[in-house]
């Protein structure tokens, strides 16, 4: 165990401790008495000694110190009772504590580290133990801790907190690392310096484990372009999985507008704890492996051995257990896994309590047996409740009908392992809208056909067949490795449809949501969105050589699948590559079904795959990247540059290979990928590119290297597929040429990604998914900022450095509402698919508070209506919104625009509303994506306003009446508040007011017919001149003014226009140089950038 660093003057007092190693640093020593050779005759006295002390006062054995070159003094800081335990702190010491000491200057400094990280050891110990969440004392102070160093929100939540050491340059910071909902923050004090860093989640670009020539381990983070290094965790990898849950929970919650309604644990974030993401991180993996869906959640977890019948022995595993699912999967190599539904379970059988043995028995005569279950009388107890709960009528029986059948079972399981009968599949639905697959209507087989493709195809047939007899049919199927050698070889047409349905898991989706399909079909037909638009525009482009989809037949089954999944899934609606893969699925598998495996692909296997910014295929992309970069070395010397494969195999990963191969090939693809998932994309792209290794190499160009993959496709072939050739595709180049290369059986080819690349593990690509998402994204959120800042540019005279930092604080402020709550009205002014200015937009309450840090002079400190005025005045479009370029057009005349252009807004500011606010400040004109029209006609309108509009002239401004005047006179006053020049500019407004009502006065009396109503308002002016004196507050001439106004009969109606108020300031040379004088725009972003997470945000 870790101790705390005492000092020890003598190493070897009295003889007492023996050396066993040592290095510059530390030292690892035994006492004398334990180990081998005793220690002689002073050994045994040490010995005995330790024997007769009681346990409070017993030394341990073995004990580790620390030392430095130039000193006589120790620190002891580990010991241990036993030598393995000993030696595990010391390899942790040479591994994550002595290559970086070197990098200190003085003795000193590397005591204070060693001594730091130490005790920040013991603490992390002591939180791991369970006092997180079960000493609510510990995490008490820590909390306090966290709101005190970094005085964030009072709603942020702490998760956790690590003890670990940041690297600032080539220096190690021994601090403390405090994980909550929205932040990654960092606390140090050292010898004197002290280290804060604040980084939101939603702002890194990589998050991942790395190592180096110091570090051995670390953690690292890329936010906003500066790299930040974490190492010495006492549980590595408990702190990088609990990191990577927040940092994708954030991006899930604020870019994908999730609301996490099936994980309760994360549907508030202020209530998100460690345990909840742990457990999250457990379901997610639990469902991806099981391909379960989204509902499931993994309860229980029981490690036993199952006998696998066909094998004629027990694999070792664990059993699995959700609300609906009972799941085993193998550990001992032999990749084992069922899953079997509780709809499926009619019994639960204990035939041995010696072995801690249960056995399930399902429908159609199967049963299966788990032995040295730890629990089993608990498991089996769970079983039978969650049968009872989700077992339909018909399926039920009595308790002695079951009793009766599984005790057959059991008896004839254990006498005849190699007679278990074929489980039946599941029924068919009676309401799918079709309930052939399109393939047997265009193409059915005949029976008396003997030519050799058929006869092979019929072969194939044969061993599935007995492969179900074996390993079980239906959703209770033993999948094993024979099982992923079938569908290499691939698998029968009349087999394809069943196959992908389980495998994919859709078949659980289907049984557990009858009639679905049938009610969201007839709730669609007949809705126009424009994803409907779409969907009729791509209708005739999906495999338009087949014959099915020369036909109405097959037009309106896709129609008709498309159309429900855009109704059933409006936030993806409908997507381009989407109907080509749901053209093959309806070839081979009914109307109803088709719709669930594109709910499975869609969901589950290809997540944000299918939205604009089909970010789930830009992902996979780098996934594949870093795959060549790591299998392909020789590829990667020649091309350094490897976007050129992330652009030519888009198309591969978004239609599965379709659009590129014959279908006849293609299909064979979707088999691996149904059972595999993105493992076998990927592996068949390193090994198309493998293939054409040579080509690739010897290109000149992109060009050629595109020529010579579309070449490669045209020329790979199936010469199994027993279909015809009208149903087969042709080669898309010439075919001369693609007569005159080799061709390539698919088999072949799947074959060989198998054998070079099958290796890879799924949760290794799951984990580089992870790894490559953040990055992705914020590449997008990145070429978002370019574009709008190159547009907003044109518009300022902000440099570019400042117009970054605009763009990062208004960014900021839109996601600082959303921080706290699930449901913020404010994530839905986020939209991808809108023009670049519009993707982030303040409504009234962010802008308030953004604006407030921003603007030069307090002009609206402490006054929400003139915050509502400018905000007003900023919605050009009047949909409640302001957007990036017309925020920094505001900014812009208020920092560098001219006397006259910052006169000129503050004049508009006073003007009267052109519309009504709503409460929240959200006006929403553009539809949802997926559930209305977009009038393009009002966007083509707008668009044409924009072009042929024209500078607006000085005497195009509408005239201010009074009290408009008023207040534009308060807001001039409110301007020179703690100014060096204050009371000069007073007296300056005062004289302009003053001569600006005498100047309207003078007009009246010219205009109309002097009368005693009229000679009020000239003694009220004289009174007010003679009331502005310096030594008024700032508050003075405000109340002066608003006495005025009431001295003024009601009937009297005057205004002043925009040219009079310019003319009279201009006489005033104080004014003007205050309006003149420039603004340190730095120094404001900087104050903004420092306060922006500590001002008080409203939703």
């Known amino acids: 165990m870790w101790l705390k660093p005492e000092e020890i003057l003598l190493k070897n007092a009295f003889k007492l401790w023996v050396t066993e190693k040592g290095n510059e640093y530390f030292v690892l020593q035994r006492r004398r008495g334990y180990g081998e050779g005793g220690g002689g005759l002073t050994g045994l006295l040490v010995g005995t000694l330790d024997m007769m002390l009681d346990s409070t006062s017993k030394v341990a054995p073995f004990r580790i110190l620390h030392q430095t070159p130039d000193s006589q003094i120790y620190w002891s800081i580990a010991c241990g009772g036993t030598k393995e335990e000993i030696n595990q702190h010391w390899e942790w010491l040479e591994k994550n504590i002595m290559r970086i000491l070197s990098v200190f200057d003085s003795s000193d400094d590397i005591t204070s580290f060693v001594q730091g990280k130490i005790r920040g050891l013991i603490a992390e110990e002591g939180k791991v133990s369970g006092v997180q969440e079960d000493d609510p004392e510990k995490f008490r102070e820590a909390l306090l801790r966290f709101e005190k160093w970094f005085d964030l929100h009072q709603k942020e939540k702490l998760v956790t907190y690590y003890s670990c050491s940041y690297w600032r340059g080539r220096v190690p910071c021994q601090g403390w690392l405090y994980l909550s909902t929205n932040f990654l923050s960092f606390y140090s004090y050292l010898l004197g310096s002290e280290v804060k860093l604040v980084v939101p989640w939603n702002e890194i670009w990589r998050l991942e484990k790395t190592s180096n020539v110091i570090l051995t381990e670390s953690i690292h983070v890329l936010a906003n372009g500066e790299d930040h290094y974490f190492s010495m965790f006492l549980h590595l990898s408990e702190t990088f999985l609990i990191m990577e849950q927040l940092a994708d929970y954030s991006i899930k919650r604020l870019f994908d507008k999730e609301t996490f309604q099936e994980e309760p644990s994360l549907s508030d974030p202020l209530q998100i704890t460690k345990r909840g993401l742990e457990t999250n991180a457990r379901n997610e993996q639990f469902r991806a492996f099981f391909r379960l869906p989204k509902e499931e959640n993994l309860l229980e977890v029981y490690e036993s051995f199952l006998w696998v019948p066909f094998s004629h022995f027990n694999t070792l595993g664990k059993i699995c257990l959700s609300e609906s699912y009972l799941c085993f999967a193998s550990q001992d190599g032999s990749q084992c896994h069922v899953i079997i539904p509780m709809r499926e379970v009619i019994g639960v059988e204990k035939p041995d309590r010696s072995s801690r043995a249960l056995t399930v028995c399902v429908r159609g005569k199967r049963a299966l047996r788990f032995s040295e279950v730890r629990d089993f009388e608990r498991l089996g107890n769970a079983i039978r409740r969650r049968c009872g709960m989700t077992a339909s009528p018909q399926h039920s029986a009595s308790t002695e009908g079951i009793r009766g059948e599984c005790q057959n079972l059991i008896n004839h399981f254990e006498d005849n392992p190699e007679e278990v009968a074929m489980m039946v599949g599941q029924k068919e639905s009676s309401k799918a809208v079709s309930n052939e697959a399109l393939m047997t209507l265009f193409h059915p087989q005949d029976a008396e056909n003997l030519d050799p493709k058929m006869l092979k195809e019929k072969m194939k047939e044969q061993s599935w067949n007995i492969h179900f007899s074996e390993y079980g049919r239906g959703t209770s199927m033993f999948c094993t490795k024979k099982t992923r050698d079938l569908i290499v070889r691939g698998v029968p047409e009349a087999l394809r449809g069943e196959l992908w349905m389980l495998f994919s898991g859709a078949v659980n989706d289907m049984a557990v949501n009858p009639g679905y399909y049938s009610e969201i079909v007839d709730q669609s037909l007949g809705t126009s969105t424009l994803a409907t638009d779409e969907i009729e525009r791509d209708l005739h482009r999906s495999l338009p050589e087949h014959p ?105 990963f978004l239609t599965l290979f379709i659009s590129v191969l014959p279908i006849e090939s293609a299909v064979n693809v979707v088999d691996c990928f149904f059972y595999d998932g993105i493992k076998a994309i990927l592996q068949l792209g390193l090994a198309v590119l493998d293939y054409n290794m040579e080509g690739l190499i010897s290109s000149s160009d992109d060009a050629e290297a595109v020529t010579i993959l579309s070449k490669f496709f045209d020329n790979v072939t199936n010469k199994d597929s027993p279909l015809p050739q009208t149903v087969q595709q042709n080669s898309v180049g010439n075919n001369d040429k693609a007569l005159s290369l ?326 005033e040379p104080v004014l003007v140089c205050f309006f003149e004088r420039p603004v340190d725009i730095q120094a404001r972003l900087d104050h903004a950038k420092g306060a922006q997470l500590k001002a008080k945000t409203n939703k």
């Open 742 to 1067: 080799s061709k390539v059986d698919i088999s072949d080819l799947i074959k060989e990604a198998y054998e070079k690349y099958g290796d890879m593990k799924s949760e290794e690509v799951e984990r580089m998914r992870k790894r490559n998402k953040l990055y992705v994204i914020q590449t997008l959120e990145d070429t978002t900022k370019q574009n709008v800042l190159r547009v907003v540019s044109q518009e300022v005279k902000f440099s570019a450095s400042q117009l970054d930092n605009l763009y990062a604080l208004f960014k900021r402020q839109h996601f600082l509402s959303c921080y706290w709550t699930m449901n913020s009205p404010v994530l839905l002014h986020h939209d991808p698919s809108l023009a670049y200015l519009e993707q982030y937009q303040l409504g009234f309450h962010q802008f308030r508070l953004l604006f407030s840090l921003l603007e030069p002079w307090s002009l609206c400190s402490g006054n929400d209506a003139l915050f509502l005025w400018a905000f007003r005045l900023l919605d050009e479009n009047q949909d409640g919104l302001v957007n990036f370029k017309e925020f920094c057009c505001a900014l812009d005349i208020l920092y560098s625009g001219t006397f006259t252009n910052k006169l000129k807004f503050l004049f508009k500011l006073h003007q009267p509303p052109v519309s009504d606010l709503p409460e929240d400040g959200v006006i929403r004109k553009s539809p949802e994506r997926g559930k209305g029209k977009v009038d393009l006609q009002a966007y083509l309108k707008q668009w044409q306003d924009e072009i042929l509009k024209k500078e607006e002239s000085i005497k195009d401004l509408p005239r201010i009446n009074q009290a408009q005047f008023i207040q534009f006179s308060k807001t001039l006053y409110n301007l020179f508040h703690g100014d060096p020049e204050e009371e000069s500019l007073y007296r300056a407004v005062a004289r302009v007011t003053s001569l600006l009502l005498r100047m309207e006065e003078v007009g009246r009396r010219l205009q109309e017919p002097t009368s005693p109503t009229q000679a009020a308002p000239e003694g009220a002016l004289l009174d007010r001149e003679a009331c502005s004196t310096p030594e008024r507050s700032s508050d003075t001439p405000s109340a002066t003014i608003t006495l005025e106004a009431g001295s003024i009969p009601q009937e009297v109606e005057w205004s002043f226009a925009f040219e009079q108020i310019l003319a009279s300031l201009l006489n």
């Open 548 to 652: 099915a989809f020369q036909s109405d037949t097959g037009i309106s089954a896709l129609r008709r699948v498309l159309t429900a999944y855009a109704y059933r899934n409006p936030k993806i609606g409908y997507c381009q590559a989407m109907n080509i893969l749901t053209s093959v699925l309806l070839l081979y598998a009914k109307e109803e079904e088709a719709f669930w495996l594109l709910v499975a692909v869609c969901e589950r296997m290809l997540p944000d795959y299918f939205n604009r910014r089909i970010i789930g295929a830009l992902v996979d992309q780098a996934v594949f990247e870093e795959l060549i970069r790591m299998h392909l070395t020789q590829l990667t010397e020649h091309m350094t540059d490897l976007t050129f494969f992330s652009s030519v195999s888009l198309s591969w």
